[in-house]
């Protein structure tokens, strides 16, 4: 207001437009991407007591089973490959649950988040800088390192 010279509404009514557009981003930014179904490819699986999609009713084990599925179907990754020939990994280990169930959600579906653990629901968008764990890393600067090497690094003497 006193910077520019504004009446307070006229002001006020700016900071509102400015604030609602900062929201918005915000939310976009937050929302968790949506996992279509391996087997149908049409659905989004629900997340319930164990994984499953209402279009064709397939109902998986656990989320890593989920997780294996859809790297090989989706990013045509799988661990025989990975293994017999270096490749990246088709999973990960979530920090959060402990289940070896994290994927990168295909692209066309990604928003901020890239990862997302098909146990927990857990959502990730950056790799830890010295172990390559799975990490949410929010905001420029943040330091891009997880929990758990963090820890190691601050215990050394």
């Not at 629901?121 to 929990?147: K, M, V, Y």
């Amino acid at each position: 207001m006193a910077e520019t010279g504004d009446p307070y509404s006229v002001a006020a009514r700016r900071h509102d437009e400015r604030e609602a557009q900062r929201l918005h981003a915000q939310n976009e930014a937050t929302k968790a991407p949506m996992v279509r179904c391996p087997q149908c490819r049409q659905d989004e699986v629900h997340f319930d007591d164990q994984p499953w999609c209402p279009g064709c009713g397939t109902v998986w084990e656990s989320g890593s089973e989920l997780a294996d599925e859809y790297a090989e179907e989706f990013l045509g990754l799988d661990w025989y490959t990975s293994i017999k020939d270096g490749g990246e990994e088709p999973t990960s280990d979530c920090s959060n649950c402990g289940e070896q169930a994290v994927v990168k959600i295909q692209p066309d579906d990604a928003t901020f988040w890239t990862m997302k653990c098909m146990s927990c629901e857990s959502l990730f968008n950056d790799r830890c800088t010295r172990c390559g764990a799975p990490i949410q890393h929010r905001e420029e600067g943040d330091l891009i390192i997880c929990t758990t090497c963090w820890d190691y690094v601050v215990s050394r003497p």
